[in-house]
């Protein structure tokens, strides 16, 4: 069984700062810009976003689909709707491979 540490916001940003000598707002600011750019590009422009060498975020479509609300024992529509999601780059996903 395979256990995943998560990295928080909080220690990327301290990783690029002592990566690059910049200090920790600076770098806090850009992060959260570009999170907000990412997430403005899918939401209002419904514009894919694609970083070579890294991966897309991209917009998927879910169809219209029958489901059930098991606990009132009905059945409901579910329109359809678009969900974010990453697919990395195959150079990405190769370097993970190794």
């Known amino acids: 069984m395979y256990f995943y540490r998560k990295m928080?916001?909080?220690?990327?940003?301290?990783?690029?700062?002592?990566?690059?000598?910049?200090?920790?707002?600076?770098v806090l600011t850009t992060v959260e810009a570009f999170m907000e750019s990412v997430k403005e590009s899918l939401i209002e422009k419904e514009d894919n976003v694609y970083?070579?060498?890294?991966?897309?975020?991209?917009?998927k479509k879910r169809a219209k689909k029958t489901a059930r609300n098991i606990s009132k024992n009905t059945t409901i529509i579910i329109d359809e709707?678009?969900?974010?999601?990453?697919?990395?780059?195959k150079i990405f996903v190769d370097a993970i491979k190794k």
Request: net charge positive; proline share 5%.
């Open 51 to 59: 970083l070579r060498g890294f991966g897309s975020f991209i917009l």
């Open 81 to 89: 709707h678009n969900i974010p999601a990453f697919k990395p780059a």
């Open 8 to 26: 928080t916001k909080a220690e990327i940003v301290n990783e690029i700062s002592q990566k690059t000598g910049i200090d920790k707002t600076t």
